[in-house]
T-cell receptor, first 113, second 118 residues
Framework: SQELEQSPQSLIVQEGKNLTINCTSS?????LYWYKQKYGEGLIFLMM?????EEKSHEKITAKLDEKKQQSSLHITASQPSHAGIYLC?????????????FGGGTRLMVKP | DSGVTQTPKHLITATGQRVTLRCSPR?????VYWYQQSLDQGLQFLIQ???????AKGNILERFSAQQFPDLHSELNLSSLELGDSALYFC?????????????????FGPGTRLTVL
């Protein structure tokens, strides 16, 4: 089954610092989603990466997909308190029961003002 | 606001009871997905419907069932509830379905229903 490992599990950074969150798959990655979740709330879609080597940016968040390494990274530049939350990566899993998204365990980010 | 609505927001019930969670997808979205999020299991896919038909099944217990109606809203029924069923239940919707190993369209999540079983 698709296993997604996120690292680190939690992260505390000073406002203004850069940070990177990694998502590594035990299987070939055909596509990857990044979501952000505030505690107890719904997931907010950030980015979807479909091809190896693809890189997308939105405001101060950049995500890359390395299919060979079966890994994706999420980089936040000049972090702000508004970036705090739980970041989740999700990947498509193909099975006899249908295609579905499986998610990593999440990375909890705190940004200290 | 993702455009996906879920009701109720909170639900407190007792063991052995049955509850129904409701989801209205974004306008134009044909796919509805249900997820369960708990502290120990993380975010787990339960089931997907596409235009009224079941399309994919994940870690859904036999005590749970779902359906998607002609107006595309969906309901998740949870019966014979146990303490361990306490969790956040999310509904998500997308325009298309995951038709291959390649990502096909983002899923938009609702705000969730927090179920507490006492």
């Amino acid at each position: 089954s698709q296993e997604l490992e996120q690292s680190p599990q939690s992260l505390i950074v000073q406002e203004g610092k850069n940070l990177t969150i990694n998502c590594t798959s035990s299987k070939t990655l055909y596509g990857l989603y990044w979501y952000k979740q505030k505690y107890g709330e719904g997931l907010i879609f950030l980015m979807m990466l479909q091809k190896g080597g693809e890189e997308k940016s939105h405001e101060k968040i950049t995500a890359k997909l390395d299919e060979k390494k079966q890994q994706s990274s999420l980089h936040i530049t000049a972090s702000q308190p508004s970036h705090a939350g739980i970041y989740l990566c999700g990947a498509v899993k193909v099975s006899n029961a249908g295609n579905m998204l499986t998610f990593g365990g999440g990375t909890r980010l705190m940004v200290k003002p | 606001d993702s455009g996906v609505t879920q009701t109720p927001k909170h639900l407190i019930t007792a063991t052995g009871q049955r509850v129904t969670l409701r989801c209205s997808p974004r306008s134009g979205d044909l796919s509805v997905y249900w997820y369960q999020q708990s502290l120990d299991q993380g975010l787990q896919f339960l089931i997907q419907y596409y235009n009224g038909e079941e399309r994919a099944k994940g870690n859904i217990l036999e005590r749970f069932s779902a359906q998607q109606f002609p107006d595309l809203h969906s309901e998740l029924n949870l019966s014979s509830l146990e303490l361990g069923d306490s969790a956040l239940y999310f509904c998500a919707s997308s325009v298309a379905t995951l038709t291959s190993g390649r990502a096909r369209g983002e899923q938009f999540f609702g705000p969730g229903t927090r179920l507490t079983v006492l």
